[in-house]
């Protein structure tokens, strides 16, 4: 039995067997381990360090194109921890992949140990692992904390985006889709604060309205939330964006039963035709120091 192999085998006991169920595991395999260092090879190929960090997420967004979306791919029995999965992504591991390894590479720290203390540190509150909590769920809280981080500026306001005013309740509300919120009621508590903490703050957006007007001062490599109006919820996509034949396209992994890909349709067409679709938050990556 590989390496690969005995995870999934523990990973099925854990969901399966009342003994696993709180048993700590451990949440990648060889094969992301070989993703992830054919990632660091292809960046000294195409000698990705010297380039502008927006680029660099851009290289290691397409290196993804085919990968196959997985909803749900952070989710695992047992405690929270650190969870790899480069197989299989949905929008948010996507990007946040990308923008992983592409720090990684500007800082010349690419060993896989590298990459999973870059990726505890952009996925957790404060970089720390802290149960279930601490995980960043929410796409504007996710902003928040990596703007507090130095990671990237979000940049909605600067390019005259309005006010984010809706009440931010999703999961607190719909414990039944969350198991860590359905079998823990410390995690649930724990969540409603927080929700209560993203209701608060002053969040800015670009009305979907707006963004053909502003998309060119939006940058290739810029990472763009789209928000909802669905209740509770602050964003129902993400993605990177790329500007092919004088327009914004979205870098993304789509939907359950696609693969990441870059969009046919513009941003602005992409965002026109989801009337769910409100507008969208944007954030700029920074240079790593480091």
Request: proline share 5%.
């Amino acid at each position: 039995m590989d390496r690969r192999t005995f995870v999934k085998y523990v990973l099925t006991a854990a969901a399966t067997h009342p003994l696993w169920s709180s048993a700590p595991v451990l949440a990648w395999g060889d094969e992301d381990e070989a993703i992830c260092r054919r990632k660091f090879s292809l960046a000294v190929s195409l000698s990705l360090q010297n380039r502008p960090i927006r680029e660099v997420i851009i290289q290691m967004g397409i290196s993804f194109l085919g990968t196959e979306y997985v909803p749900f791919a952070l989710e695992v029995p047992g405690p929270e921890r650190l969870v790899v999965n480069m197989r299989g992504l949905d929008c948010v591991s996507f990007y946040e992949n990308a923008l992983v390894l592409a720090r990684c590479i500007k800082k010349g720290t690419t060993t896989f140990q590298d990459y999973r203390e870059e990726l505890k540190y952009i996925r957790y509150r404060g970089g720390v692992i802290d149960g279930y909590p601490s995980r960043l769920h929410y796409t504007s809280d996710y902003f928040y904390d990596n703007e507090k981080k130095g990671i990237w500026t979000t940049i909605a306001r600067q390019l005259g985006g309005r006010p984010f005013r809706k009440v931010i309740n999703y999961m607190s509300t719909h414990p039944d889709q969350y198991r860590q919120l359905r079998e823990n009621p410390r995690n649930l508590e724990a969540i409603r604060k927080i929700e209560e903490e993203i209701s608060a703050r002053e969040t800015y957006f670009i009305p979907k309205t707006m963004v053909a007007e502003i998309e060119p001062d939006i940058e290739s490599g810029d990472v763009i939330g789209i928000t909802t109006d669905i209740g509770g919820l602050d964003v129902s996509h993400t993605a990177i964006v790329v500007r092919q034949s004088g327009g914004l396209h979205l870098l993304h992994a789509p939907s359950v039963g696609k693969r990441v890909e870059i969009s046919e349709t513009t941003l602005v067409e992409y965002l026109a035709k989801n009337k769910r679709h409100t507008g969208i938050m944007v954030v700029r990556a920074k240079e790593p120091l480091g």
